[in-house]
């Protein structure tokens, strides 16, 4: 079936270290985003990616590094520099050029920093 | 700018009862509203969306919303709520970028719906 893979779905990290969190899609989109999530304060977009080797950030890219290298396939790397990283990250996607068009989203992968 | 706002945080209805979950936006131009529904630690699922034409849409597991453009406002509805209903519901606007292709789409904060037998 087609659809978006996040993987781990559970992260553990120790201050200091950088994680890369997968996202991998089969719905031959070319649009991908990244959001963050936490309590009461609903989705917020770290990065997003229109075209495969083109990516902008969002509205809190800081701490945060992305690559598009393959269109199927748009890694999240939480660096060290992220101040506050425990956090519920949700990885979608879209068709990209009809922005009538809904996401997609994975099953998410929650980060605890330890 | 554009926004999105859900002034309710939590909503309580008893089973059977009609629903409502609030929704209310800004936008510069014509909006191209969504509803998303997230069951606990999973991801959003698409619900509906309004893009043009008739001002009450209708979605998936029995849910309608109702675009009011005077009151900006995008309000889910379900006529008759079953507790499998409960779930966090967010409301969106997507926004262009200025080039065709861009786009992104702008959550409010969400709405815990709990539905109590």
């Known amino acids: 079936d087609g659809g978006i893979t996040q993987s781990p779905k559970y992260l553990f990290r120790k201050e200091g270290q950088n994680v890369t969190l997968s996202c991998e899609q089969n719905?031959?989109?070319?649009?991908m985003y990244w959001y963050r999530q936490d309590p009461g304060q609903g989705l917020r977009l770290i990065y997003y990616s229109q075209i495969v080797n083109d990516f902008q950030k969002g509205d809190i890219a800081e701490g945060y590094s992305v690559s598009r290298e393959k269109k199927e396939s748009f890694p999240l790397t939480v660096t060290s520099a992220q101040k506050n990283p425990t956090a519920f990250y949700l990885c979608?996607?879209?068709?990209?050029?009809?922005?009538?068009?809904?996401?997609?989203f994975g099953e998410g992968s929650r980060l605890t920093v330890l | 700018a554009q926004s999105v706002a859900q002034p309710e945080d939590q909503v309580n209805v008893a089973e059977g009862n009609p629903l409502t979950v609030k929704c209310t936006y800004s936008?510069?131009?014509?909006?191209?509203l969504f509803w998303y529904v997230q069951y606990p630690n999973r991801g959003l699922q698409f619900l509906l969306k309004?893009?043009?034409?008739?001002?009450l849409v209708k979605g998936s597991y029995g849910f309608e919303a109702e675009f009011n453009k005077s009151q900006t406002s995008f309000h889910l509805k379900k006529p008759s709520a079953l507790v499998s209903d409960s779930a966090l519901y967010f409301c969106?606007?997507?926004?262009?970028?200025?080039?065709?292709?861009?786009?992104?789409?702008?959550f409010g904060s969400g709405t815990r719906l709990s539905i109590r037998p």
């Open positions: 979608a996607s879209s068709p990209g050029t009809d922005i009538t068009g809904e996401l997609f």
């Open positions: 309004y893009i043009t034409g008739d001002n």
């Open positions: 719905l031959n989109h070319d649009a």
């Open positions: 936008v510069s131009g014509n909006p191209y």
């Open positions: 969106a606007v997507r926004e262009s970028l200025g080039y065709s292709s861009a786009s992104k789409i702008i």
